[in-house]
């Protein structure tokens, strides 16, 4: 798919990842519609890349409400949907299951899960009776297929957007649509601020090579103009889908030691 001039909404776009969605889909010609539930950050978005082809939204993911009304918004400002993102996503509290309140629980599946599902469910019906091409991208995370202590909650959460959108896939298969899953390891971003969480370490004192939010957003984007189903990104991520195929259990027992190992 060519990104020059296509409708794009991109969620989670104040900041990280999705902010450098925009920045990228705008300098390729895109048309974006920028979803954040900050709306300082998405002031700022504007005045930064300072272009007309940009429309700011302020929605809560978590709220069905919102995602309802930003469509009839949406709408108004651009005709239809070439290209839907659903980048927004927070992670938990690094403690176990018995540990989380429900009010946590219910905002990582809300956000993660349930915000792109009704968010989806807006505008596929859109997507079928239009006979053009379009793409549904789903940002999930190495969680999604590769369980992690202490993330439990998140990992159902994107691995229930996995499969969902691979049985979104199945079923616009005989529409003009498209859907990508994207998996991506570990990323420099502010996710553990926009999620409330507190790290022993910052992205800047740890030690791991994390992957750069810019550089993950072009390979999205490069991704997306190939056509592609799923999207590993970085070298963690690939090395995890390979030991977990290779030895489920195994896999597990080797990462959480390794995690339970680093926390004491």
């Known amino acids: 798919m060519k990104i020059e001039n296509k409708n794009v909404i ?3 776009a104040a ?3 999705g902010k450098q969605l925009t920045i990228q889909m705008l300098a390729k010609g895109a048309k974006v519609a920028a979803l954040d539930i900050n709306e300082a950050n998405l002031k700022a978005l504007k005045k930064e890349v300072g ?3 940009i429309k700011t939204y302020v929605v809560n993911m978590a709220n069905r409400e919102e995602i309802k009304e930003f469509k009839t918004k949406y709408l108004k400002d651009f005709k239809d949907v070439d290209i839907l993102i659903n980048n927004a996503g927070i992670i938990q509290p690094f403690v176990y299951v018995e540990d989380l309140d429900e009010a946590t629980i219910d905002r990582v ?3 993660n899960f349930f915000g792109p599902l009704f968010l989806v469910k807006e505008f596929v019906k859109d997507f079928k009776d239009d006979a053009k091409e379009q793409y549904i991208v789903n940002i999930a995370s190495m969680g999604g297929f590769f369980p992690f202590p202490f993330q439990t909650i998140y990992g159902a959460s994107k691995a229930a957007l996995k499969l969902f959108s691979e049985g979104l896939y199945s079923e616009l298969k005989m529409y003009n649509d498209k859907v990508m899953i994207v998996f991506p390891g570990a990323i420099n971003t502010n996710i553990t601020q926009n999620s409330n969480v507190k790290m022993e370490k910052s992205a800047e004192e740890s030690n791991y ?13 490069k991704a997306i103009e190939k056509n592609k189903f799923k999207l590993y990104l970085g070298k963690d991520a690939k090395m995890l889908k390979r030991l977990y195929k290779f030895n489920s259990k195994m896999a597990i027992d080797m990462v959480t030691k390794s995690i339970v190992k680093k926390l004491k």
Do not use: H, P, R, Y
């Open 10 to 12: 991109i969620t989670g």
């Open 209 to 221: 090579k994390m992957l750069e939010a810019d550089v993950a957003a072009a390979k999205i984007i």
């Open 15 to 17: 900041s990280g990842l």
């Open 51 to 53: 272009s007309k082809n």
């Open 109 to 111: 599946m809300n956000v």
